[in-house]
Every structure is written in C-alpha cells, then in structure tokens.
C-alpha cells in the first residue's frame, strides 16, 4: 500500500509544475521517485507539525511541492495508517542560487510557499523549527559551511531540527562514484568549480556537536550507487521557566 501511495503522491507533486514545462514536470518524478530522502522525510515524520521550515539549497522547490500534496491527501482522508501525519506548516522558506529554480518553485506553489533567489552563504535566514539541507554544503569551502552552519544554529529556536545529508568521503568507489556525479552535474548547470569540499562523516557529526546538536547518522542511498549520510541533529528543548 505504502509504495502505491507514495507512487500516486509523487504524481501530485510533479503536476503541480505547468505541463508547458516538461522539464520541470520530469524532474520532479524522477527525484520524488527515485531519491529515497523524500519519501523518508514522510515515513520518518521529521518535519514538525505546525512547524517553520526553511529549505536551503531548495531547487525547484521539490519538497515543498511534495509537502504540499501529502496535506492534500490526507485532508481528503487518504494517508497510508502507518505513517505519520504529514505536517500542516506554519511557514516554508525556500533558498537557492537558481533563479530559473526559484522561478519554477514559485509557479508550482503560488502562496503555498516563500522562495527567495540568493546564495546561502548571504542569505538571511530569519527564524525556523526545522530546517533541511539536501546535498549543497560540499559545494562551498570549509569555513562558508561552518558559517552556514552555525546561522542555521541561530535561526533554529530550542527544540529544533536539522536534517542535514551529506556525501560522506571516503576511499569507497561508491563515494568516487558520488563525487563524479556531482562534478557532472554542476558543469552541465554551467558551474565551474576548482573543487568540491567534502568531509568525512565523523568530521561532520564533530562539527555538529561543537554548535550544540545531538546527532543522528543514517544513511541515506538505498536503492541508489551513492555515498549519502542524513544527518538528523537535533538541539535541545529548552527547559521550562520554574514555577
């Protein structure tokens, strides 16, 4: 049941894209369908009911499209009995350096959504419950995702979550492979980059820690050939006022 549903709700989402862009429509399938990360964040329920949420690195607005649909489904009282409700958002705050991106993130969503065109590492992230960062941190030095990183830390109110994926480097050829792909990627999007800045996964979770999160490792690349960690970091919640 579970995969049927989740099959039907990833053909919610891509129609939320004109059909004039085909592109747009295509890509979303695809990525719905064949990244595990997506469906993980339904099953999981690790976006907060009644939550802000802010998506660095958003693209096309992906999974807030996907978000979108799921509330749909089960306002309509169509929702698999063994996931979590999908969260009714109290905001959703899209970033990315695309304006093409940002421009279909926009039209797919109306006023569903926020989606602001800037880099991340100057954006203003304002403040959030949660906030996700799928696969765009290697792709600026060390010391830009160190300050991303610790403003994500100060837009993030206690209590708050940071699902973070990541490559994690090693010698593997599963994670050479990843590296590749990403390189591919870029150049066909016009980027030319000197190089990309991965750490290895006990860099990261000694980063996370050092700005207060509780971490969380799973990986994240069934079904796929890539190298991919989700980092579920959590801060704590803030104690309550004595009486």
């Not at 999007?189 to 990309?196: D, E, I, K």
Request: some cysteine; proline content about 6%; aromatic content about 10%.
């Amino acid at each position: 049941m579970s995969e049927r549903f989740y099959r039907f709700l990833v053909k919610d989402a891509s129609r939320l894209y004109p059909s004039s862009d085909r592109f747009a429509r295509h890509f979303a399938a695809g990525k719905l369908g064949g990244d595990p990360v997506f469906r993980h964040l339904l099953e999981s329920g690790l976006v907060p009911d009644r939550s802000r949420v802010l998506d660095i690195g958003c693209g096309q607005g992906l999974l807030a499209a996907l978000l979108e649909c799921a509330r749909r489904r089960h306002a309509g009282g169509d929702w698999p009995r063994d996931w979590p409700a999908p969260p009714l958002l109290a905001d959703f705050h899209g970033i990315d350096l695309r304006d093409r991106d940002i421009d279909r993130a926009r039209r797919a969503l109306g006023q569903g959504a926020r989606f602001t065109c800037a880099d991340m590492r100057e954006a203003g992230f304002g403040e959030a419950d949660a906030v996700v960062i799928l696969d765009v941190l290697h792709y600026v030095d060390f010391a830009a995702q160190e300050d991303v990183l610790r403003r994500v830390r100060e837009a993030l109110r206690g209590g708050g979550v940071l699902v973070l994926r990541v490559g994690a480097k090693s010698g593997t050829l599963r994670f050479r492979y990843t590296e590749w792909v990403d390189r591919v990627v870029m150049r066909l999007r016009g980027h030319r980059l000197a190089r990309l800045w991965p750490r290895p996964l006990d860099e990261w979770e000694r980063l996370l820690a050092s700005l207060g999160f509780a971490v969380e490792p799973r990986w994240m690349s069934a079904g796929t050939p890539f190298a991919n960690v989700l980092l579920v970091s959590r801060l704590p919640a803030p104690r309550a006022a004595p009486a």
